[in-house]
């Protein structure tokens, strides 16, 4: 019998330890005893029909254990782990394997199975088929490659289909009517507390409840540059439901005419959800590898695949996917909300047309965060086409073909940058709409390419305005602003309120082609704080300074500017009166012309206040500057001008003011004009002149 030895004190160090020893003992002892028992068997002769059940084996229970391993390997292993590996189903990750088939058996095994899926890190498993999955999708890829080689028997120019494609569920066979739309929002009142503001649409004898997910389809057709006609396609969640109104969660500042729809419609989604593709590197070697561009059309679009689409997701979660030498977008996303990409690559793809060279492409999605997403050669980084309220951060592409964040104005909305550097676009064509609207770009660096583009707002950039926006908010910036070859207009399908640019403490500095530019049909233009400056100053030489042609402006400010530089002002308009006012600025002139006149205005008031200004004479000439030319009788047809030049400081100026008719007004008091020419015409109706004149 063992010798156990005294366990002492129950539960204390000593206890413990003792009890461990005894165990050990005791298994000691179990296999002394076996190895005498099984010795003993091997040596007594035993029935024929014993030693034939040994097969070959020192003891029946040897040979039992040993076709009980072989039938557990050679069993379908029933996986109850919360993690498997893509080996588990044959996949060798060499890059010479096809290891397709063993991903098609994984991916029916998720159909069935909540299991994560960790790759090897150092795999590289080829593929040559489309796969298919669906929720709670969870690839660890630890930084392991999936090798594209396949070609898809079927067209794929739409860039519909992905190496890797994770699908919910839709009834589009079950469609409903939709009769009334208000997505600008609804304060539903449920009980003892408000809910947010909600999207609603009117579906009459629909099914839904509370919880159910539905796909609106609003579209509005063809579009065309005369009008707005806004349109949306979601995915999106009812919150509450009263008789035929359905509240979801989801809102637009668009507002949508049931009047223009082309047979609204929802039907129902059951969405795949809580995906995660983490740490995956995608490299399609079957792309072309001549050289690279953007105009170029390749003639086997066709063939080529998508990264990995997403189509009908919720709670969507990518973290460390790159890609490599990809046609059509790494990811491309269609109707999906709440979706989270991190920290992507993708580096030199096959950019050859339209439609490629993408890392995402969001089709009629919302809730989007992207962060740290960048690109090498790419042509767009993110891709929104007709999705909304997405943030994007610390995200720019480098030697870019195209537009690394592109919004193609198929009424895109809440979009808010931060912190990134590119070229971004807001118009695509007028088959998308060529519309968005409220965009926020803060801490960012680049050009901003739009068409209709309403509540832009920049703040703490620096930024080159290449187009004309509708409304625009830029503060504690550095603008370069291009007013065009000539003319800077607004959309005409904009209401003229809307029609607002505010520049607050920023530098604005102007340029065109002409040296010249008429701004066009806009209700406010503000400047207020910073400078104003030609940018072309310093490198042409042209007579005049930059000209800013005010033509159908209702309001126009300059003021508390520490420099305007160069720049000259001209109103130009016909039956829109115009406020005007330049005040408390320090303003250098150059120019032969003068800085402030009026021409070619027609049935119409001219409101003009120029006070509290320094004005210098910029010349190097030694003549007089030419300052202002207000009221101006140069072309001018029953027009009205009420004019103050109030509390200046005029050094060399040449001061004019003409009758243009028999109501005009010009006062002109507290001034101090030091080596001034002024000339007043006697016609004008009502004259005030109590100013300070210094002579040379």
Not at 257 to 281: C, G
Not at 439 to 444: A, G, K, P, T
Request: net charge negative; aromatic share 10%; charged share 25%.
């Amino acid at each position: 019998m063992a010798d156990y030895k005294p366990v002492g004190v129950p539960f204390d160090r000593t206890f413990r330890n003792t009890i461990n020893e005894n165990f050990g003992i005791l298994d000691n002892a179990v296999n002394t005893q076996k190895t005498r028992v099984d010795d003993l068997i091997a040596g007594t002769e035993q029935p024929s029909e014993v030693v034939d059940a040994r097969g070959g084996a020192p003891v029946l229970r040897d040979r039992l254990d040993g076709v009980d391993a072989q039938l557990a390997e050679k069993a379908p292993k029933e996986k109850t782990e919360s993690i498997i590996t893509p080996e588990e189903f044959g996949a060798k990750g060499d890059a010479v394997t096809d290891d397709t088939q063993a991903f098609k058996e994984l991916a029916s095994y998720l159909l069935t199975n909540n299991t994560e899926v960790h790759w090897k890190p150092t795999a590289k498993y080829v593929l040559t088929e489309p796969l298919y999955f669906k929720s709670g999708l969870r690839m660890y890829g630890h930084g392991a490659e999936i090798i594209w080689r396949g070609t898809p028997t079927f067209d794929n120019s739409s860039r519909s289909v992905g190496i890797f494609n994770v699908n919910g569920d839709v009834e589009q066979s079950n469609k409903y009517d939709v009769t009334a739309i208000n997505l600008q929002g609804n304060l539903v009142n449920n009980e003892s507390h408000t809910l947010p503001y909600y999207g609603s649409i009117t579906v009459p004898n629909h099914p839904y409840q509370v919880g159910d997910y539905i796909v609106m389809e609003l579209d509005t057709g063809t579009q065309n540059s005369l009008e707005l006609k806004p349109r949306d396609h979601k995915l999106v969640k009812i919150v509450r439901v009263e008789g035929d109104i359905l509240y979801v969660d989801y809102t637009s500042p668009y507002t949508l005419n049931i009047s223009q729809m082309t047979s609204p419609k929802v039907y129902k989604a059951t969405p795949a959800e809580n995906i995660v593709l983490d740490n995956i590197f995608i490299n399609d070697e079957r792309v072309i590898t001549e050289p690279k561009d953007w105009i170029n059309s390749h003639p086997n679009v066709s063939e080529f695949m998508s990264g990995v689409v997403l189509r009908y997701c919720r709670n969507v979660t990518i973290n460390k996917v790159k890609g490599y030498n990809t046609k059509f977008p790494v990811f491309y996303v269609m109707l999906c909300s709440h979706l989270r990409f991190q920290d992507g690559y993708l580096d030199k793809p096959a950019i050859v047309g339209p439609g490629e060279g993408y890392y995402t492409q969001f089709n009629n999605s919302r809730d989007i965060i992207v962060e740290n997403i960048q690109g090498e050669n790419t042509r767009h980084i993110v891709d929104f086409t007709a999705s909304s309220n997405a943030i994007i951060k610390k995200s720019k592409g480098n030697k870019s073909y195209g537009i690394d964040f592109q919004s193609h104005g198929n009424y895109e909305h809440n979009i808010v940058y931060e912190d990134c550097i590119g070229t971004w676009n807001f118009a695509s064509g007028e088959s998308f709409g060529n519309a968005v609207r409220d965009y926020s770009l803060i801490r960012c660096k680049g050009m901003l390419l739009g068409k209709y583009s309403k509540n832009i707002t920049i703040k703490d950039s620096e930024f080159t305005l290449n187009n004309p926006l509708t409304s625009l908010k830029a503060e504690n910036s550095l603008i370069h602003w291009y007013l065009s070859s000539g003319t800077y207009e607004a959309d005409p399908r904009s209401v003229k309120n809307d029609r607002v640019i505010h520049f607050k403490n920023c530098n604005v500095k102007v340029y065109s082609s002409t040296f010249a530019s008429a701004i066009i049909s806009y209700h406010d233009i503000t400047i207020e704080g910073g400078q104003l400056i030609d940018l072309k100053k310093e490198t042409e030489n042209y007579r005049g300074g930059f000209l800013i042609d005010l033509r159908d402006v209702d309001k126009f400010t300059v003021i508390n500017c520490s420099l305007v530089d160069n720049i000259r002002f001209r109103i130009n308009t016909s039956s829109v009166d115009i406020d005007f006012a330049f005040d408390k600025n320090h303003m250098i002139c150059h120019g032969e012309y003068y800085h402030f006149t009026a021409k070619t205005t027609s049935n119409m008031a001219i409101r003009a206040k120029i006070t509290n200004n320094t004005f210098i004479n910029g010349k190097t000439d030694g003549t007089r500057m030419q300052l202002h030319r207000l009221p101006s009788n140069d072309d001018q047809t029953n027009t009205q001008s009420i004019v103050l030049f109030k509390d200046n400081i005029v050094k060399q100026g040449t001061i004019l003011a003409q009758v243009t008719s028999t109501k005009d007004v010009y006062i002109s008091r507290d001034n101090t004009l030091i080596d001034c020419s002024v000339t007043v015409d006697s016609g004008i109706s009502k004259i005030v002149n109590t100013d300070i004149i210094v002579p040379a």
